[in-house]
């Protein structure tokens, strides 16, 4: 029926020109043709739109259909073949900015539970429009930008395995956002080989350019981005990132004036995040390196990358940290041992690194990131000069407030002097006064006769290990050294054993009354057994804590046995400061 009523008047349009067309025409077509859409009669629709003779009818009126149509091949399990072919010549004939803004509002409309199918249908629609524009650099921003607005409300597959589910079509989409963007770039390489760039040109690379520094941000930083894993089944995203990064390589000037923002006054306008990711890609998976001058010394490409670390490791999510450890262990790698100076300890970025690694290593619930934070944070440690240890060491010893942190740093320290040993180097910054002043402000109980020792006990057993070495090796020097260090151990010592005392009458009195309590109750339970409500005493016993007697028994004897370690190594370290030969 819609198809003879468009029919019975295509003879009074045919002799109108494009024009002259009313309103009423083209409601009249509208009508018509989303009727022959509802009703299945595409092929007749198709027929009257690539006729000849209703070309200027069909330029005119028939991009009102485009919604209808579009909506008819995201319909599954249904014929499309008729509807696909309309919007293929409608793209081709009709108007370019009308059918921009129509696909474009398709695109920011689009829904939530269609995303994926969506952009794959509508992006290259709108690529073909583009592609007719003369000026195409404000709608390829603006198809850039919707088109990106909508990948970033898709989740992140995380890790592999729902990466190649891809149930909710991120994959699918990065690979269209690719082959969209195609032409454009391949212009622009085209324009700047043939050294004849327009002002086209100058408007098409910033708006790829920001596309890409866009993509780096969402989705790339949140991906799971491995080379070796990624090496026998290479991964959609994975293959987002290779050729987001040989875009930035074509359109853009050398990598490292994004990255580094060298001589780019416009470097801090893009997100932080997003340089973050170009780092992690250059560095630690070597997508695009082979294009990156070789130029740029370890320590300077450390000390830029450490912003990008820092920022990463700041997050809690465990794809941003897992990047920043990994561009922490690249860009020291690359670093030798011993060459980083003090100087840049006072840089904001070298200072809140570690910070973060402490953190890391003492809050994250997640076991694998706390192993590799206390090895890059290990790596870090062997990176400092002499000076720039002995400074980091005092400072993370006042700031980290944990024993475990604490203990890494002692043994470090203790390992600091037993290179210098073996070096035969006698001066520095472990000898001598300032490596006194060292100890003395390390070698302390925190809270002085209130100490918890089970809670220091990392830092306490490391601490009484080092004196216990230093003290073996000065003893039969007779040098000042050794004197400074009986002083110290005898401070020490003494407020140790107040506290061990203390802690040792405590725990043995909590003992001795847990297993008094249990012989009783054992007994009542006996008792009552026969002739009480054992349920009753069940509760009871439940009220008393939620830690079972026998773990509470464990606990207990576990803190004794601890207190006599610590006793031993106090007596040992009495024992040499008495009898030095």
């Known amino acids: 029926m819609a198809a003879n009523q468009l029919e019975d008047v295509v003879q009074r349009w045919r002799i109108t020109e494009e024009n002259d067309f009313k309103n009423e025409d083209h409601d009249l ?60 010549h409608l ?36 690529q073909t429009v583009l592609l007719r524009m003369e000026s195409k650099a404000s709608g390829l921003a603006s198809a850039l930008d919707s088109l990106q607005k909508q990948i970033s409300k898709l989740p992140v597959p995380y890790p592999h395995k729902q990466e190649q589910e891809d ?17 454009f770039v391949q212009e622009v390489k085209n324009q700047h080989l043939n050294s004849a760039a327009t002002n086209q040109d100058t ?46 390589a074509m359109i853009q000037e050398p990598l490292p004036k994004l990255v580094f923002g060298i001589a780019v006054k416009s470097a801090a306008c893009h997100p932080i995040e997003s340089r973050a990711c170009m780092a992690y890609l250059l560095f630690v998976q070597l997508i695009a390196m082979e294009v990156f001058p070789a130029v740029f010394s370890p320590v300077f490409i450390l000390q830029c990358n450490m912003e990008y670390i820092n920022l990463l490791l700041s997050r809690k999510d465990e794809s941003w940290i897992l990047k920043g450890l990994d561009l922490n262990v690249k860009s020291l790698e690359r670093v030798t041992d011993s060459s980083l100076h003090v100087e840049l300890l006072e840089l904001k970025s070298f200072h809140e690194v570690p910070q973060n690694l402490v953190k890391i290593m003492t809050d994250c619930p997640i076991h694998h990131l706390k192993g590799k934070s206390l090895v890059v944070f290990q790596l870090f440690i062997e990176k400092l000069n002499s000076e720039a240890k002995h400074k980091f060491f005092r400072r993370i010893m006042k700031t980290s407030h944990h024993a475990g942190v604490e203990s890494i740093i002692i043994k470090n320290i203790k390992n600091q002097v037993e290179l210098l040993r073996k070096s035969g180097n006698q001066v520095g910054w472990f000898e001598g006064t300032r490596f006194v002043s060292l100890l003395r402000d390390i070698i302390i109980l925190p809270q002085g006769h209130e100490t918890d020792l089970l ?35 005898n401070s020490y010592t003494k407020l140790l054993r107040v506290c061990l005392k203390m802690s040792k009458s405590y725990y043995g009195t909590e003992l001795q009354n847990l297993r008094e309590d249990k012989k009783i109750r054992a007994k009542e339970f006996k008792e009552a057994s026969g002739n009480r409500n054992v349920q009753r005493m069940i509760v009871n016993a439940e009220m008393l804590g939620s830690m079972p007697r026998d773990t509470q028994d464990k606990v207990l004897q576990c803190a004794l046995v601890t207190y006599d370690l610590m006793e031993s190594l106090v007596v040992r370290i009495e024992e040499i400061i008495k009898n030095p030969e």
Not at 171 to 178: I, K, Q, S, T
Not at 464 to 484: K, V
């Open 29 to 88: 077509f509208l009508n018509a043709g989303l009727t022959c859409i509802a009703q299945g009669n595409s092929a007749q629709l198709l027929d009257f739109i690539k006729q000849e003779a209703n070309q200027h009818i069909v330029r005119s009126m028939a991009c009102g259909l485009l919604p209808a149509l579009v909506k008819e091949v995201l319909r599954k399990n249904h014929s499309c073949a008729h509807g696909e072919a309309i919007l293929d």
């Open 91 to 126: 793209i081709l004939v009709c108007n370019v900015k009308e059918l921009l803004d129509i696909l474009l509002q398709q695109v920011n409309d689009i829904d939530p539970d269609a995303t994926a199918d969506s952009i794959t249908i509508l992006m290259p629609l709108i």
């Open 167 to 183: 149930e909710y079509g991120l994959c699918r989409c990065c690979n269209a956002a690719l082959t969209f963007v195609q032409p």
């Open 203 to 248: 408007n098409l690379r910033p708006t790829l350019l920001k596309f890409c520094m866009a993509s780096l941000r969402e989705p790339l930083l949140q991906a799971q981005l491995d080379r070796e894993q990624n090496t026998m089944d290479k991964s959609p995203l994975w293959k987002f990132a290779t050729e987001i990064m040989a875009i930035l």
């Open 455 to 489: 809670h220091g006990m990392d830092r306490i057993m490391e601490s009484l290990n080092i004196l216990r070495y230093l003290l073996l090796l000065e003893r039969e020097r007779c040098t000042r050294m050794w004197t400074d260090l009986c002083d110290i151990a």
